[in-house]
C-alpha cells in the first residue's frame, strides 16, 4: 500500500516512456518487455519523476483535464505498475 | 475467403554483432555454420547504424546487441548511440569477456538501457568448465558494475545435465547480484546442442526438480526478480510458439547482414537469402518471399490445417528448423506435437539417447567445443 500523501513514485532504473509513432500509442519499456499505455496512464507515467507525491499528480491531472478527484484511478493504476516491478518501492 | 491479416509490425531486433566468442559453450544457439566466419565480412558500423533506424521505423521497439561476443566490436558504444537516437530499448547480451569495467559507463552514457550477463554454473569453476574458458571472475564484476550504475541486470543460463541440479544456487547467486530477471532456459537441442547432446541431455527427474525450485523461488520473489523458466522441447508434447510466429515479431541479423526470421532459420533449405547490404528492412520484412514463406496459417499441413486443440495461432505450428531436421520437410508440424505423426519417432530417439547417455557405465563425453576458428 502506498500513502499518497508522502510517496513520490518513480519509474525503476531501465525502464522509460516511449511514444510508439508506428503504432500511435505510448508504451512503458523495461527489460524484454513493453506495456502498452492508455491515455491517462502514459499521462500519470509522465509525471512519475520522484519530486512529485501521488496527491500532487492527481491534482495536476485533475486541473488539465478538468476532472474532478482523479486521486483513487491514480492509486490503482500506481500499483497495477508497482506490481510488475516497474516503480521503484515505496520504501526506496 | 476472408481478407489476410495484414502483416503485423516486428516489436524485436536481434543484431548478431560479431560470431567471435571467448567462450565456447557446447550448447550455442548460433548456427555450427559459424566455423571458419571471417570478422571482415562482419557488417560496418553505417550498416548496423541505418538498420537501427529502419527497424524503429518499421515499429521494433526492443533491440538485443549479442553475437558471439558483442564486446568484441569497437563500435559498440557508437552502436548503442544510435540505438538510444532511433528511439529503441538495447540490451546487452554478453559473457561479460573481456572486463566490461573500463567500457560500461562509455556505453551507458551512449544510451544502453540494459545488461544480460550470461553465467554456466554458480560455482566458479564448473562454470569456467562449462564455459571453456576463465570468466566467472569477471561476470561478478560485470554484473556488480551493472547494479552500481543503475542499470538493470539480467542473468542468464542455459540449463542442461551438468547443471540443472545447481539452479537454487544459480537463483540465490542471481539475488545476491541483484538482478531483476533471471533467464533459465534449457538448451534446446539444435546446432551447437544437437552436436553434444550426449553430453548434455538431462533425465527427466532433474528437469522436474529444476522447475519445483524455480516455481518455489518465484513464489518467495514475488515482484523482485523475475524468473523466466524455459522447459526443453524434448520434454514437452505441445510446440513453443517459437519466434512468436515466422515473421510475426522478431528480425534476426546475422553478423554478416543476413536478416533472418530466426536465429537458426539458415539450417533450413531453398530459402531465398536476404542482406541489409542489398535492400531495406521494411522491403525485407513485408515483400521477401522469406518472411513470408511460413507466416499465417496457409502454409500449414496436417494434422496443423485441422488443429483440433486450435492452436494455429498459439504455436504457429512450432519451429520449423526442428521440423526440418526431425522429418526433413520444414513445412511439418513440429514433432514436439503429440498430434504429428513424428511425434513417436521422437520419443523413441529421445529415450533412446537418454538411456545411452545416463546408463551407469557410460562414460561422459567431452564437449565439442564452439568455436568459430576452421580446424587446421
Not at chain 2, 530459402?271 to 521494411?282: A, H, T, Y
Amino acid at each position: 500500500m502506498i500513502d499518497p500523501v508522502t510517496h513520490r513514485p518513480a519509474l525503476a532504473t531501465g525502464v522509460r516512456l516511449h511514444r510508439d509513432s508506428v503504432r500511435e500509442r505510448d508504451v512503458l519499456l523495461f527489460p524484454e518487455g513493453a506495456l502498452v499505455l492508455n491515455d491517462t496512464a502514459a499521462a500519470v507515467l509522465a509525471l512519475c519523476d520522484g519530486t512529485r507525491t501521488v496527491v500532487d499528480i492527481a491534482t495536476e491531472l485533475a486541473t488539465a483535464y478538468g476532472a474532478d478527484d482523479l486521486l483513487d484511478d491514480v492509486v490503482e493504476l500506481l500499483e497495477g505498475v508497482a506490481e510488475q516491478g516497474l516503480l521503484e518501492p515505496a520504501d526506496g | 475467403m476472408a481478407e489476410p491479416a495484414p502483416i503485423a509490425y516486428p516489436l524485436m531486433l536481434v543484431a548478431e554483432l560479431s560470431y567471435v566468442c571467448p567462450l565456447h559453450c557446447p550448447y550455442c544457439s548460433n548456427p555450427t555454420s559459424i566455423v571458419g566466419t571471417r570478422r571482415s565480412a562482419e557488417l560496418e558500423t553505417e550498416h548496423w547504424t541505418r538498420v537501427f533506424g529502419e527497424a524503429a521505423r518499421l515499429g521494433v521497439l526492443q533491440l538485443a546487441l549479442t553475437g558471439g561476443e558483442p564486446l568484441l566490436r569497437r563500435d559498440l558504444e557508437q552502436l548503442c548511440s544510435a540505438a538510444r537516437d532511433a528511439g529503441l530499448y538495447s540490451t546487452l547480451v554478453t559473457s561479460a569477456v573481456p572486463a566490461l569495467d573500463e567500457r560500461l559507463p562509455a556505453l551507458q552514457e551512449a544510451g544502453l538501457d540494459h545488461v544480460q550477463v550470461s553465467f554456466q554454473h554458480a560455482d566458479p569453476q564448473r562454470s569456467d568448465a562449462i564455459g571453456g574458458a576463465v570468466a566467472y571472475d569477471l561476470k561478478l564484476r560485470a554484473a556488480a558494475l551493472v547494479v552500481e550504475l543503475g542499470m538493470p541486470l539480467t542473468v542468464n543460463v542455459v540449463l542442461h545435465r551438468d547443471n540443472l541440479d545447481d539452479v537454487e544456487a544459480i537463483i540465490a547467486l542471481a539475488e545476491e547480484l541483484g538482478a531483476r530477471r533471471l533467464e533459465l532456459a534449457n538448451a534446446q537441442y539444435h546446432g551447437w546442442a544437437a552436436l553434444n547432446r550426449a553430453a548434455l541431455l538431462p533425465d527427466a527427474g532433474q528437469v522436474e526438480r529444476a522447475e519445483r525450485v524455480v516455481f518455489d523461488a518465484r513464489e518467495r520473489l514475488g515482484a523482485s526478480m523475475d524468473i523466466l523458466w524455459v522447459l526443453p522441447d524434448l520434454f514437452e508434447d505441445l510446440p513453443k510458439p517459437c519466434m512468436g510466429g515466422w515473421g510475426a515479431e522478431a528480425i534476426i541479423i546475422d553478423p554478416t547482414g543476413r536478416v533472418l526470421p530466426c536465429q537458426s532459420a539458415a539450417t533450413l533449405p531453398d530459402l531465398p537469402v536476404e542482406n541489409v547490404r542489398d535492400s531495406s528492412l521494411e522491403r525485407i520484412w513485408f515483400e521477401s518471399e522469406l518472411f513470408n514463406r511460413f507466416r499465417g496459417i496457409d502454409w500449414m499441413q496436417e494434422p496443423c490445417r485441422t488443429c483440433p486443440l486450435q492452436r494455429q495461432h498459439v504455436d504457429h505450428g512450432g519451429c520449423r528448423c526442428q521440423a526440418f531436421a526431425l522429418t526433413g520437410d520444414a513445412a511439418a508440424t513440429d514433432p514436439v506435437c503429440h498430434l504429428s505423426p513424428h511425434h513417436a519417432a521422437l520419443l523413441t530417439d529421445r529415450d533412446a539417447a537418454l538411456a545411452a547417455a545416463h546408463a551407469p557405465a557410460t562414460p561422459r563425453p567431452a564437449y565439442i567445443a564452439r568455436t568459430t576458428r576452421a580446424p587446421r
